[in-house]
Every structure is written in structure tokens, then in C-alpha cells.
């Protein structure tokens, strides 16, 4: 899921309160005003935090990779908070921020804070078994959100965020990779042109999603090494403009 917008000052202040003195308990007693990664909202113990945080720099070193960037720094200098959610007060909170329906339990969202920072934010809302704090699925699609936000001054297109939210998550659980192409193909051929000039694909609607992943990856292997690139540039409009993009970068 994405949400793109600016979280209003006061809204800010009124999360800011909610979570005050609940801050997580990190491993190394990590400063959320000065990591790159950090995890805010409802406390962990120092064992699912440090599993949540290796995770997650995982996902995001794999992202770097992607983009030809292995080992530099994946946000490119922003900073990035993941919020667990337990409270369904902050819950709605949030999800009230992020100005958008159809959000699912984990989205991405790009703030301003008060002294005009940006700020990227994940929010992930607890599993119903409970078991572990998120969905470690759920993390690896949000953090390609995040990636793409990091470095692209566009949003959009919706399939192409989440054809490569799918991608990243798809390398920390690649037996996703044939499940999602049957799911694309299960209700027989489909055109690619109406999905590619939607501007969102609704969380309750799994065929899109798969429908974007299988668009990712088949335009990732007709573009080869030119593909990343293209990722980055690919603006939202027309199929035929997004399709005249696509064929210059195609090998
Ligand atoms: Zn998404």
C-alpha cells in the first residue's frame, strides 16, 4: 500500500503525544532522531527489534543492490521510521493521516516535519496471530515504497510501485514469485494498458497487484541492465506515452 501526502503539523503533534513514553526498546538503544532506520510505536523486546531490523536492512540492501548501489547508503540520506502499531487509536490516526481509502494493514507515507525534513514512515499493524510483531512480507513490500520514494522526485506509476514493492518483497519470499503470476494469469489473458494508467490499486484487489508484479518483471527482462534506470525515470500518464518510454530503454 501507498499514501503519499503531508501529514498536517497539528496531526504530527497529536502522534507525537500518543506514542510519547512508548518509545521502542532497541537493542543498542538506537536515537530515532538519528538513525537512518528506526522503529517508533509500540515497544518490542530487544530480540524481535534487532529480528525487525536486520530485516529490514536486508530488504533494503537488496533495493540498493537493484539500483546498482550495493553498499551506499539505500536512502540516499533520509531517514526512515517504522511504526508497529498496536493501539487502534494511533491506527486510525495514522491511517487517517495518510488521506487515503483502501489502505490495507501495512502502508508507506511520506511526511514534512515541522522544520520542513522529509520524513518516510512505514506503519505496520500487528499479525493477527500475534506471533511476531509484523508480517516480515508485509515490511520487505513497504520498504520498496520507501526506496522508490528516496529516490524518485515522482509518484507513480501506481503499477510500477507496486510491481517493484512486490519485487523486493518477492526476494526475501521467493516462492511468492510463481504464486503471484498464476494469480496474474488465472483469469485468462488481460491487457496491460488499463492497469498501467490507474492511478491506485486498491489494497482489496490482490489481482492487480499480481498483475503489476508480472508487468514488472517481464519489462524487467525485456530492458535487462536499462531497467533500473527506467524505473526511476517511468512518469504516470498514457499507456501509449508510458509504452514509448518503455521501448526506448528496451535492449
Ligand atoms: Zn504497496
Redesign the pocket.
Known sequence: ??AHGLIPVATICLLTGLVAGCRTNLPNDSDPERESVALRGAPLDADEAAWLLARARASLERGAQFFGDAGADPLVGQRLEIWIVRDPMIWQELRASAGRQHL?PA??LVTTEPQGERRLRIVLGETPSGALPVDPGALA??L??ALLAARRPQHGPAWL??GF??WLRVQSQPERHSQLLARAAANGPWQPDSLMERTL?R?DDPTA?ARAFALFVELQQACGDRWPQLVLQLQPGPAAQQRSAIEAHER
Do not use: D, V
Request: hydrophobic share 45%; charged share 25%.
Open positions: 500500500m501507498l490495507g502502508f508507506f513490500h513497504e520498496g515504497h510501485e507496486e514493492a512486490e490499486l489494497a497487484y
